[in-house]
């Protein structure tokens, strides 16, 4: 049977790629579903040189943020909350982000403005090398005064500079990609740049996050119906309750974080102890207190502290709200090198909408004031009666009052996130203003390393026993197939105990 070590080998093929194939395509399946984009953030600052424009000398305006956007850096603004998908085999993204941005100029003598320009909820699609941001723009256009509103409009191109989107990580940072003003976004941008003009850098981060099974990317998981509720409850508002939960959420001043950030301090803050980053806010978590008809006693967790240049180190701790009589007033302990206070108030705001409904009694954005321990506590950087930032407030009377949700800014990307295995040598060691990031990989980001290392060893162990069975055959008379036979068979044996 002078075929016989043939067939021999062609079944030992046969199983060994078979076992190829079963160990590679889970691992090639699941890398090719698409994934949703959940959580991140997304830094731009429009134009640098308009921003000077609007408030300069010349038009005499000013800028502010809405839906809970916020400033970083010297001139840049943060939106929140990445929401869409990625495809890690195409190369394909595209991400959505909540806030946005107003500007206003020119002043008239009837209160209005010649310029009022409002961009917001930007998206970023990429495709291949390039993409695009697309922003909802409600402008007023110049001369006319005509007011329009689009959604989602083409504004500006991105470059990638060579980056490769293909990849399987956990997440997705893109860091200065170049934006070029679009036609479309000319003229949404009323007349004041033309097409082709140079914008400043898009940098983002988003995580990623594995499809469930069976769902479509970007669709929400199922929800079970709330429970009904067997007993009936006591209005909150009755008798003095205990908090089950609460969280003040508070950002200071936007120009103090500018400061401490900026040029000026080149500083930055650190939160701990359980504070939480609203990008434009500061969440305090895990209110404990008491709550009797709009009255409340309350205190959080988490510390901020901002540190800088010229000497600057300021930390707030210890956050406590009291409610009395309609007049809210937030306390801290304040330790500076020149100042330290325990339960300093800070700030007072107006707290005559704070009622119990559903179980939750909440405040948001209360108009807050500057006290005069809180002047101290600043150094005498703000006077007494300074406007800060708003004090947003939730305190939960009951299990299932659940707290507003906190602008996702998604994890914090990693300070060099170039992967060498998506990222172009250019990207990756060109200068800061171009690209340098792409997708970060984790574990299943390619092809898995222990299936590849089995089927070598199978292959080599199966390119022995071919190269032993043509030896024999040579070796041995065509007649003696029962030797022949014998041989085959322990060889094979001894041969898969060895390997």
């Known amino acids: 049977m002078p075929t016989r070590p043939r067939a021999l080998v062609t079944v030992l093929c046969a199983a060994v790629l078979g076992a190829l194939l079963g160990a590679l395509l889970p691992a090639a399946t699941a890398h090719a579903e698409n994934r949703t984009v959940q959580g991140g953030r997304l830094d731009w600052g429009i134009k640098s040189s308009f921003q000077s424009y609007v408030t300069g000398p010349v038009a005499k305006g000013s800028f502010s943020l809405t839906g809970g956007a916020a400033t970083v850096g010297g001139g840049g603004f943060r939106f929140h909350s990445a929401a ?37 909820s930007p998206t970023v699609s990429i495709s291949g090398s390039s993409g695009t941001l697309h922003v909802d723009v409600v402008s007023r256009a110049r001369g006319t005064g005509a007011v329009t509103t689009s959604r989602q409009v083409p504004f500006a191109s991105l470059s990638l500079g060579g980056i490769d989107m293909r990849g399987g990580g956990t997440s997705v940072v893109l860091d200065n990609l170049p934006a070029t003003l679009t036609a479309q976004g000319a003229r949404s941008f009323a007349g004041y740049y033309t097409a082709g003009t ?70 930055r803050w650190t939160l701990s102890s359980g504070a939480l980053d609203g990008g434009a806010l ?51 302990d304040v330790r500076s090198p020149d100042h ?75 300070p060099e996130t170039a992967s060498p295995e998506t990222a172009s040598p250019e990207a990756a060691t060109g200068p800061s203003a171009e690209p340098v990031a792409s997708t970060v990989q ?50 094979q044996q001894s041969t898969s105990q060895r390997h």
């Open 84 to 120: 869409g998908g990625y495809d890690g085999d195409e190369g394909t993204f595209r991400a959505s982000f909540s806030g946005g941005v107003r500007f206003l100029g020119h002043g008239t003598e009837s209160g209005g403005h010649q310029l009022d320009l409002t961009i917001s």
């Open 282 to 332: 500061y969440r305090f978590p895990g209110g404990e207190g008491t709550f009797e008809d709009g009255d409340l006693t309350a205190a959080f967790d988490g510390t901020v502290r901002f540190t800088g240049g010229h000497g600057l180190d300021l930390r707030l701790s210890a956050v406590r709200v009291t409610v009395e009589n309609d007049r809210g007033t937030l306390y801290a």
């Open 340 to 414: 330290s206070a325990r339960n300093a108030p800070l700030v007072t705001f107006a707290a005559k909408d704070l009622k119990a409904e559903d179980g939750l009694a909440r405040l948001t954005e209360a108009p807050a004031k500057l006290t005069a321990d809180g002047a101290e506590a600043f150094g005498g950087m703000y006077p007494e009666g300074t406007a800060m930032d708003p004090v947003s407030l939730a305190v939960a009377l009951t299990d299932d009052a659940g707290l507003p949700a906190l602008p996702d800014l998604g994890s914090t990307p990693t």
């Open 198 to 267: 140079a914008l400043d850098p898009v940098s983002l981060s988003a995580d990623v996050q594995q499809a469930a099974a069976g769902r479509p990317p970007n669709t929400p998981e199922p929800t079970s119906p709330a429970p009904k509720e067997t007993s009936k409850k006591k209005p909150a508002t009755e008798e003095r309750t205990e908090l089950t939960d609460g969280a003040v959420d508070w950002g200071v001043r936007r120009t103090y974080r500018e400061y401490v950030t900026g040029d000026i301090a080149q500083g």
């Open 442 to 491: 984790d574990d299943g980001g390619g092809l898995p390393l222990l299936p590849l290392a089995l089927a070598a060893g199978l292959l080599s162990a199966l390119a022995a026993v071919a190269a032993f069975l043509v030896r024999r055959r040579r070796a041995q008379p065509a007649a003696d197939t029962a030797t022949l036979q014998g041989t085959s068979q322990d060889t």
